[in-house]
């Protein structure tokens, strides 16, 4: 199986801040990377999809970067709706493993 | 508009059999391409991918649960159901559906939308 590592595991940020989560795969992956958003008692949401496609009807200030086995979420200026977990998924092969998740706080 | 919802057993007992069943709507399992996947969230924990069955009844299943798992698919009632057998406390979760979308370029997928979920207890 590929193994997916998120960091950091937990976050705090105010709203107005830029954060990024990165994700990390264990073998190449090439483009194959989702990101996920997920707010308590919700079924997840999928923010980026092929690791820099914005899902329609998601805000421009989520992106997605990287390739091969980095890759980075970065949300430029954070809204409280964004405080959140949010999770990785490699797509390139099955089984398609998620990433730990992130969990990000309002500082 | 495409919509899934899980159905089944809330609480089954330790060595039992659970059997989950998706209702989805929007889109037929008999399209080229289509897939609905399957996924669990321990309570707490991180996402886990458990399966995926396609249009053409392929399946593909998670190695760890290989032995447990089996997915089917009716078409005519636009249903998908999951059983896995010998359930143990572990194995409480909320369990998703999930349709499987494709990019119009490459042989990029991903999971939207998905169902609501629905929490499965493993106690006697």
């Known amino acids: 199986d590929i193994q997916m590592t998120q960091s950091p595991s937990s976050l705090s940020a105010s709203v107005g801040d830029g954060v990024s989560i990165t994700c990390r795969a264990s073998?190449?992956?090439?483009?194959?990377l989702n990101w996920y958003q997920q707010k308590p008692g919700k079924a997840p949401k999928v923010l980026i999809y092929a690791a820099s496609s914005l899902q329609g009807g998601v805000p421009s200030r989520f992106s997605g970067s990287g390739s091969g086995t980095d890759f980075t979420l970065t949300i430029s200026s954070l809204q409280p709706e964004d405080f959140a977990s949010y999770y990785c998924?490699?797509?390139?092969?099955?089984?398609?493993?998620f990433g730990q998740g992130t969990k990000l706080e309002i500082k | 508009q495409i919509t899934l919802k899980e159905s089944g057993p809330t609480l089954v007992k330790p060595t039992q059999t659970l059997t989950l069943t998706c209702t989805f709507s929007g889109f037929s399992l008999t399209t080229n391409g289509v897939a609905v996947g399957w996924i669990r969230q321990p309570p707490g924990r991180a996402l886990e991918w458990l399966g995926v069955i396609y249009w053409d009844d392929d399946k593909r299943y998670s190695p760890s649960l290989r032995s447990r798992l089996t997915i089917t698919k009716d078409t005519s009632k636009n249903q998908v159901v999951l059983t896995m057998t010998n359930m143990d406390p572990v194995d409480t979760a909320t369990y998703y559906c999930?349709?499987?979308?494709?990019?119009?370029?490459?042989?990029?997928?991903?999971?939207?939308?998905w169902g609501q979920g629905t929490l499965v207890t493993v106690s006697s």
């Open positions: 073998q190449s992956i090439g483009s194959y």
């Open positions: 998924q490699q797509s390139s092969t099955t089984p398609y493993t």
């Open positions: 999930a349709h499987r979308r494709v990019g119009l370029v490459g042989a990029f997928t991903w999971f939207d939308p």
